[in-house]
């Protein structure tokens, strides 16, 4: 063999064992789609909590997985594009958080994996059931329907007069109706007459109280949704300017200035939805993870508030408080 034979011959196969190794050294990237009906702003701390969940699983942001962040700002309207807009993407997963974000990912793709945590997978036909999910979408429920007559009897306790409730609402959100009515029962029981007032966008905040205090309601229960979410703060303003007591559902409103709230805690949930995402990555069916439902929940309670507006709480309420916001300081509730 001439050397230039022997040389070519060499530089081949050192060549051709190259490839394996450098193949080896840059593995695919997995690709994650975020849906969010609200704005990043809107509730922080949810967004903190889901990036927690994946970094204490060792995916590091931009490292070692990519995330395309779509948030529709409270328009509903605008999720079906955005969902797909991560499906043309080819994203590994969703991760929808709220159910309206997972309606639109369902229409989306049938075969795209979907993390999901919304209100009733299996009463809004996203799921089949909550053992054995089926399809491409699994994830976590939070519960907020059910816990609508535990709501409307703390707030009974604390305002033991009251006899009319505002309910507000938007009624474009595929999952209001269905916590419309499962309040309605409770309502019954507990002899109160429910006042549904409707917002569809952030200008029908001002009419919609007016319209509370016209019709002389005596509390307020906002079901939440994207818009309401958004209009967090405003909400919480007006109804202490109206000096009305309001039962949130998530905790987020009484840090805020909200008076109470009780509620699935929805960070825990968001970070727990990170696990889901681990396991599809790692081959994972959605259709054979089981949902998982919250086993813990919390009664914030905002005595600065109560004093603003004028309304003691009963020490009864106090005692079951997981937390309470005093003037200056907060300290764990009696439980």
């Known amino acids: 063999m001439s050397k230039k034979v022997f040389c070519f011959t060499l530089g081949t196969v050192v060549l051709a064992l190259s490839f394996p190794a450098e193949a080896q050294q840059t593995p695919k990237i997995p690709r994650l789609g ?33 995330i395309e962040y779509r948030y529709a700002e409270g328009k509903l309207d605008r999720l079906p594009d955005l969902a797909a807009e991560l ?12 159910t309206a974000a997972v309606q639109a990912a369902k229409k989306a793709t049938t075969t795209v994996p979907i993390v999901s945590v919304s209100s009733d997978p299996v009463g809004d036909g996203l799921v089949t059931s909550l053992a054995r999910p089926g399809g491409n979408i699994t994830g976590l429920a939070n519960l907020t329907s059910e816990l ?4 409307l009897g703390l707030l009974k306790e604390v305002v033991s007069q009251v006899s009319r409730v505002a309910i507000l609402w938007h009624p474009d959100n595929p999952s209001s109706a269905l916590r419309m009515r499962e309040t309605e029962a409770p309502a019954r029981s507990l002899g109160i007459k429910l006042q549904p007032v409707a917002v569809r966008e952030p200008n029908d905040f001002e009419l919609a109280f007016s319209t509370m205090k016209k019709e002389r309601a005596g509390a307020l229960v906002p079901l939440r949704s994207a818009l309401i979410n958004e209009q967090l703060k405003r909400i ?9 007591p309001t039962m949130y559902d998530d905790r987020e409103f009484a840090e805020a200035g ?6 699935t805690v929805l960070a825990d949930l968001d970070r727990r939805a990170a696990i889901y995402v ?9 259709g054979d993870l089981p949902v998982e439902q919250p086993t813990k929940f919390e009664l914030v309670i905002n005595l600065k508030t109560a004093k603003q507006i004028g309304v003691t709480i ?7 408080a997981d937390k309470v916001i005093k003037e200056r300081r907060q300290e764990a509730g009696g439980r």
């Open 34 to 66: 975020v849906l969010r009906a609200s704005s990043p702003s809107a509730v922080p701390s949810r967004q903190d909590a889901f990036r927690q969940g994946l970094r204490k699983l060792g995916y590091v942001e931009d490292q070692n997985i990519l």
């Open 87 to 98: 499906v043309r993407l080819k994203v590994d997963v969703i991760f929808a958080q709220s």
């Open 148 to 151: 609508a007559g535990k709501r």
């Open 236 to 244: 919480v303003e007006l109804a202490a300017k109206n000096r009305l």
């Open 258 to 263: 909200g008076l109470m709230s009780y509620g």
């Open 278 to 286: 681990d396991k599809i990555l790692k081959g994972a069916k959605p």
């Open 314 to 320: 009963p020490q009864s309420v106090l005692y079951q």
